[in-house]
Nanobody
Framework: QVQLVESGGGLVQAGGSLRLSCAASGRTVSSYAMAWFRQAPGKEREFVAAISWGDSRTNYANYADSVKGRFTISRDNAKNTVYLRMNSLNSEDTAIYYC????????????WGQGTQVTVSS
């Protein structure tokens, strides 16, 4: 099983940007579909973005409608790391962001990180 550790969260002003990282250990991420989810206070965990297994020549990504055009998921298999670049952040993006590994972009996702807090101030 792969172990995942997120980093890069923090406090940012509305309109700003952040890049989250998800470092994997135990297994190589190149064979997994990887995803980001988030959970805002009082709300259920929701899908944000996912990227298929493989490298930049073959992989593809899916996004939630709420983040399309603002967020970009990418992976660096050599570093065993997945990223989430977040631009034009707004208060509705405030949440704990979780990294997950699974068999396909549609899931299921069997391995999860502990999460990193993103807070957007207006």
């Amino acid at each position: 099983q792969v172990q995942l550790v997120e980093s890069g969260g923090g406090l940012v002003q509305a309109g700003g940007s952040l890049r989250l990282s998800c470092a994997a250990s135990g297994r190589t991420v190149s064979s997994y579909a990887m995803a980001w989810f988030r959970q805002a206070p009082g709300k259920e965990r929701e899908f944000v973005a996912a990227i298929s297994w493989g490298d930049s020549r073959t992989n593809y990504a899916n996004y939630a409608d709420s983040v399309k055009g603002r967020f970009t998921i990418s992976r660096d298999n050599a570093k065993n790391t997945v990223y989430l670049r977040m631009n034009s952040l707004n208060s509705e993006d405030t949440a704990i962001y979780y990294c997950a590994a699974g068999v396909a972009v549609t899931g299921p996702f069997g391995s999860w990180g502990q999460g990193t807090q993103v807070t957007v101030s207006s």
